[in-house]
């Protein structure tokens, strides 16, 4: 029989009776409540607009609009991505940020 277990840092698969276990992800609630009806911050949302208003805003210029370092926009824009909310068209230098506009999940997050 399998059995799972699961904490804010770890998902464990138990198998059979003598169980045998296996690490099956890590920071599991973190990345749970990344995917799953985790609102938008401020800075996300700051962003998807500066964004959407002039796609071809590099992340720099993005930095000196909000106000946060360029690692938070990097771990911003990462989220926006992962959430399938934001996507890069093109290479770094000549493309562009394209913003996926979903009616539903926008009006939910306080976006449309």
Do not use: C, D
């Amino acid at each position: 029989m399998l059995t799972f277990r699961a904490n804010t840092q770890h998902l464990l698969a138990i198998w059979g009776e003598r169980g045998v276990k296996r690490l099956l992800g890590e920071k599991v609630g973190e990345e749970v409540g990344e995917k799953v009806g985790e609102a938008l911050t401020s800075n996300q949302r700051q962003i998807l607009t500066l964004l959407r208003e002039n796609p071809r805003m590099a992340a720099r210029e993005v930095v000196q609009h909000i106000g946060i370092s360029s690692r938070k926009v990097e771990q911003n824009i990462a989220k926006l991505k992962a959430l399938t909310l934001l996507k890069r068209i093109g290479p770094a230098k000549g493309g562009y940020w394209q913003v996926i506009e979903n009616g539903e999940w926008r009006m939910e997050n306080g976006l449309g």
